[in-house]
C-alpha cells in the first residue's frame, strides 16, 4: 500500500515558475516508477514526467526544457520543478506511483 500527497499548486503568471512536491509513504522502496501526470479540464489525464523502473526520465514533448523531475530517495520525495510556465500547463496536477494516485493539486497559469 502507498500514500501519495502532492503539495505546492497555486496561481501563477505566465513566464513564472511552481515546485510541486509529492510526499510517498506506505510500502515503496524504489522512487523508480514515480511519475507526475496533469489533466485539464475536457481533457484526458496525461504524463508530463515520469521515472522509469529502470531509472530513465522521460518528458512529455510540451515541457521538455521547462519542467524537472527530481528526487530525494531519503526523504521519499519526488519533485517538478516547472518554470517558463503557460497559461496551456493550467492543470490539475497528479503524482503517480503505478495504481496509486495523489489526490491533486490545482496549478494556474493566468495573468
Known amino acids: 500500500q502507498v500514500q501519495l500527497v502532492e503539495s505546492g499548486g497555486g496561481l501563477v503568471q505566465p513566464g513564472g515558475s511552481l515546485r510541486l512536491s509529492c510526499a510517498a509513504s506506505g510500502s515503496i522502496s524504489s522512487l523508480n516508477g514515480m511519475g507526475w501526470y496533469r489533466q485539464a479540464p475536457g481533457k484526458e489525464r496525461d504524463v508530463v514526467a515520469r521515472?522509469?523502473?529502470?531509472?530513465?526520465?522521460y518528458y512529455a514533448e510540451s515541457v521538455k526544457g521547462r519542467f524537472t523531475i527530481s528526487k530525494n530517495n531519503a526523504k521519499n520525495m519526488v519533485y517538478l520543478q516547472m518554470n517558463s510556465l503557460k497559461p496551456e500547463d493550467t492543470a490539475v496536477y497528479y503524482c503517480n506511483y503505478y495504481s496509486a494516485w495523489g489526490q491533486g493539486t490545482q496549478v494556474t497559469v493566468s495573468s
Open positions: 521515472i522509469t523502473n529502470i531509472a530513465n526520465i
